[in-house]
């Protein structure tokens, strides 16, 4: 057996060099969520339904491809991949049925990344389930063996699918989340957990839906992991381990009362119906149901509206053919009623309610629910049996534990799953920003406080001026990695979600170029992990078809760290002296503040001139045929940007103040630095060309040099050290806010001359 390339030592990753080892990682990609065959993003009706014939081969992006998209994002300085992938994309076919094409696929992807030097983790994603409810996840079959017809999910609303909504233009930003409160979700997360305890009656094949979906799903995952197993170049040498089921989340399980919404639901946006209603419109009753938005202080009620289905239902109806993917239904599980009428929730012939309370406690114990409980039986009880499942062919495998987000995580300290080869893989989003598609520099929220119940009132956690808040976010995340400590117990913590959206302040920065405001919001987040203590991270995201109009494709989201309509932050070789600067800082801009850096440069050449000239920004007509003026960097400059990579001793702070281009560290060392093993930081060229780096060490020598993997070239500095306390600080190009630079001279002639040349023959 190899060495392995890394371990777990308490709280830090190792080398087998004994360096710690800082995870500087990307979730990749997007474009995973839906398949390349049809081609159905989610904007895209044409195909959805054809849920049984799709193929994900050629999902994240096509193996031609794969050494462009891993060149690019190591030279970026991500050593850390987060590999997304379906529960779809390998049983789309049918419950047992998996695609081998699809994993023989994967496989050679996973080679490639192999030749990069990432370490990678995989990860069996979903968002609301499935595609047909709204997301990403699992495949069709699921919601048929759960009793439900996705065909009939619009004019119920039990779930909100862009696919299917009339003008996809027009899909609410961020309403597909609230799926996680309709009927579908609501019904099928019950079931996937706690079938057994609240569907008795929902047997299928000889079980009950809750062990059928796990099952299932399970031996999915396993079949997967086997192969790559199997393949016998993968394990320890690229792929590190496994992360458990994506934002995993309770469904009814713990609600109190089905006739009201929960306190705890904070997302409201749209239609926002009870549990209880969302069963009666599922069964095709009109109801009035509330309607909801959210503003800069969070949801308010704007209204009532009535949802009428007109009769027509969003389960099964009983003629339906059951036979279609080989199962057998029980007798007593009758289609065409809702499942939660069959068990007594309610009452169809007259539309009563009868047991508000069904899902506050365990039916078969009395024994009261909430989410810390259901944390601590029903997840834990999942993750135990996934674990295992992995375990079993892989026993060396780092498991990366995702619990509930935003939920206090399981009791795990010094029981039997304390597990020494545990990660915890924690999201953090700031969901005023996200939710808003807003930076607001004047104040922000401290929701794990108010989650946490730190504040005698909400109004205690708002946080004022932009110091305050990038402080906010630290502290929630820091707040987060103690909780850590204090639950699961001395392990790693990887903030595996974690990103901005782009599209602010309704695409202004895709009309002007001024990424000001985006600037802004992904320097606060890096700010806040550098200082929270974690492990590292893997961003929220990579999307390889990212576009201005569709954003990731999926849903209106746009987070993706690279767009196709976005040049790339230049090397930094050819700024200086060479380049014309010019200050377009916009006071007026949603983000301005002349105290923050907001480096926006753009450099055009041959080597990238179709992509300038068919920019969005370039239109038919001459005058509009332009300036590089309208184009940014992406807020470029504010995630790539320096980390230790390896260290010899402890890191004990690390931070990049983008705003004076300013690198520092300190360090705790137990021993001098070998020779052939010093500590490395990442040096991007862009804030630190080497001709104008100034580097300041506690002791010691130092020297800046290229490390080469493939067609990627990394800049670095590598530092060798004494035994104990040691610090540097790097000091690299400040810029002004606003800067852009375009290149250099002979460049920016070419591209007015092909420019002039253009606008002849249009």
Not at 155 to 167: C, F, G, H, P, R
Not at 212 to 228: C, E
Not at 431 to 458: E, S
Not at 687 to 703: E, L, M, N, R
Request: glycine share 8%.
């Amino acid at each position: 057996m190899t060495v392995p390339r890394l371990r777990i030592d308490g709280q830090i990753f190792r080398d087998p060099q004994n360096r710690e080892i800082t995870f500087r990682g990307i979730n990749v990609a997007g474009d995973a969520k839906y398949p390349r065959a049809p081609n159905v993003p989610t904007h895209i009706s044409d195909g959805f339904f054809d849920g049984d014939s799709v193929s994900f081969v050629g999902r994240p992006f096509p193996l031609e491809d794969a050494h462009k998209h891993f060149a690019r994002l190591r030279k970026w300085g991500y050593n850390t991949i987060r590999y997304l992938f379906t529960w779809e994309a390998i049983e789309h076919a049918g419950p047992g049925v998996y695609d081998e094409e699809w994993i023989a696929f994967t496989i050679e992807i996973l080679r490639v990344a192999k030749q990069y030097g990432f370490y990678v983790f995989m990860d069996p994603h979903q968002d609301v389930w499935s595609r047909f409810s709204g997301g990403s996840g699992a495949p069709m079959w699921t919601l048929y063996a759960a009793g439900f017809n996705p065909l009939a999910f619009k004019k119920t609303e039990a779930a909100l699918v862009q696919n299917t909504w009339d003008d996809p233009t027009q899909f609410p930003k961020m309403i597909w989340a609230t799926n996680y409160t309709r009927l579908v979700c609501q019904t099928i997360f019950t079931l996937f957990w706690a079938g057994r305890d609240f569907a008795p009656k929902a047997i299928i094949d000889g079980v009950n839906i809750q062990d059928y979906l796990q099952s299932h799903y399970i031996a999915a995952v396993k079949y997967l992991a086997q192969k790559i197993h199997d393949a016998g170049d993968l394990e320890h040498e690229v792929v590190i381990g496994w992360e458990t089921l994506n934002e995993p989340h309770r469904g009814l399980i713990g609600v109190k009362d089905i006739s009201v919404i929960p306190p705890e639901q904070q997302l409201q946006l749209g239609t926002s119906p009870t549990a209880f209603q969302a069963m009666l419109s599922g069964s095709g009753r009109a109801c009035e149901v509330t309607t909801w938005s959210f503003g800069s202080f969070g949801p308010h009620q704007t209204g009532r509206e009535l949802v009428d289905p007109e009769g027509e239902s969003a389960w099964l109806p009983a003629d339906f053919d059951d036979s279609r993917y080989g199962w057998k239904r029980d007798p007593d599980w009758k289609l065409g009623q809702c499942l939660w009428a069959q068990h007594g929730v309610w009452d169809p012939a007259t539309d009563q309610l009868l047991q508000k309370d069904y899902f506050s406690k365990n039916p078969q114990t009395g024994e009261k629910l909430d989410y810390e409980k259901f944390t601590n039986t029903y997840f834990i009880n999942h993750y135990r049996t996934y674990r295992d499942a992995i375990r079993g062919v892989w026993p060396e495998s780092i498991m990366f534990c995702q619990p509930p987000v935003m939920e206090v995580p399981p009791d795990l300290k010094g029981t039997v799953d304390d597990d020494s080869n545990m990660v915890h893989a924690v999201h953090f989003y700031d969901g005023l920003t996200l939710l808003t598609k807003h930076w607001n520099r004047f104040y922000n929220v401290d929701v794990i406080g108010v989650l946490r119940g730190k504040y005698l009132t909400p109004a205690f956690a708002v946080k004022l001026g932009e110091t305050a808040i990038r402080n906010c976010l630290r502290d929630q995340l820091k707040f987060l990695r103690d909780e850590s400590l204090k639950y699961m117990g001395n392990h790693p913590l990887i903030f595996t979600e974690i990103g901005i959206p782009f599209d602010m302040d309704e695409d202004y920065a895709y009309k002007t170029g001024d990424y000001t405001s985006q600037t802004s919001a992904m320097d606060a987040n890096h700010f806040a992990l550098e200082g929270s203590t974690g492990n590292g991270f893997t961003l929220w995201l990579y999307m390889t078809q990212n576009s201005h109009e569709w954003g990731d494709q999926w849903n209106g989201e746009d987070l993706s760290i690279f767009s196709l309509d976005d040049p790339e932050l230049p090397s930094g070789t050819h700024l200086g002296n060479r380049a014309e600067i010019r200050n377009h800082s916009d006071p007026h801009s949603p983000g301005y503040s002349d105290s923050q850096n907001n480096a926006s440069d753009m450099q055009v050449g041959p080597q990238n001139l179709k992509r300038a000239l068919t920019s969005p920004s370039i239109s038919s007509a001459c005058s509009q045929m332009t300036d590089l003026e309208n184009q940014g960097y992406r807020a470029a400059e504010a995630y790539i940007r320096p980390s230790p990579v390896y260290t010899n001793g402890k890191v004990t702070q690390f931070l990049f103040e983008l705003r004076n281009c300013t690198f520092t560290m300190a360090l705790v060392a137990k021993a001098a630095t070998a020779e052939h093993a010093p500590t490395e930081i990442y040096l991007p060229e862009f804030h630190f060309p080497s001709a104008d780096t100034v580097i300041a060490v506690s002791g010691g020598k130092w020297t800046i040099d290229y490390e080469v993997i493939q067609s990627a070239r990394l800049q670095r500095l590598r530092w060798w050290h004494a035994e104990g306390e040691q610090d540097i600080k790097i000091q690299g190009v400040k810029r002004k806010p606003g800067e852009y630079t375009h290149g250099s001279a002979e460049e920016v002639t070419y591209l007015e001359q092909c420019q002039r040349a253009a606008c002849t023959v249009m």
